[in-house]
């Protein structure tokens, strides 16, 4: 007879919730990296051009609405410049402010990424029904509600 913990111990790894959260978003991430490879971008950059403001976005409000720490998302904005997706412009009333706008060919690119995200979520919504969805997402959002209030590991 096993109790719960010895069944804990000699978990497989599919038996896991992480093994699942880890291997759908390798794929998911694999799949937009594929299709962004064929315009010469990233899944991080289609996310990076999603989240630029059609009127601009302050460089340093970019990387907190990403959820990315500042110094990560450096190498990015300057490979997105030297593709020419992006322009940084001084802020015309604060001049120690920088924004950063799309170019024409960054919009372009924006509009292939949102029709990637927009045909992944109408696919899945065809095929998983509503009820399950919500389901994910509770489930999700209670484990992240789990790791946000640190009682995974108690830090």
């Not at 490879?37 to 990076?48: D, F, P, S, W």
């Not at 402010?97 to 372009?108: A, D, E, Q, R, S």
Request: charge should be positive; hydrophobic fraction near 35%.
């Amino acid at each position: 007879m096993h109790t719960r913990f010895n069944y804990l111990y000699f978990m497989k790894p599919v038996d896991t919730a992480d093994f699942h959260i880890r291997w759908s978003w390798y794929n998911i991430s694999r799949m937009y990296n594929t299709k962004a490879n064929k315009y010469g971008g990233t899944m991080a950059i289609g996310y990076t051009l999603l989240n630029i403001d059609k009127d601009g976005t302050p460089s340093t409000k970019l990387a907190p609405k990403m959820g990315m720490e500042p110094r990560s998302l450096t190498r990015m904005i300057k490979s997105l410049e030297t593709k020419g997706w992006i322009e940084k412009r001084i802020d015309k009333n604060d001049k120690r402010m920088v924004n950063i706008y799309l170019t024409k060919t960054g919009i372009t690119m924006r509009n292939r990424t949102r029709n990637s995200v927009i045909k992944f979520n109408k696919t899945i919504q065809e095929k998983i029904n509503e009820s399950e969805l919500k389901t994910c997402f509770k489930v999700l959002n209670e484990i992240n509600t789990l790791i946000d209030n640190k009682e995974i590991f108690k830090l």
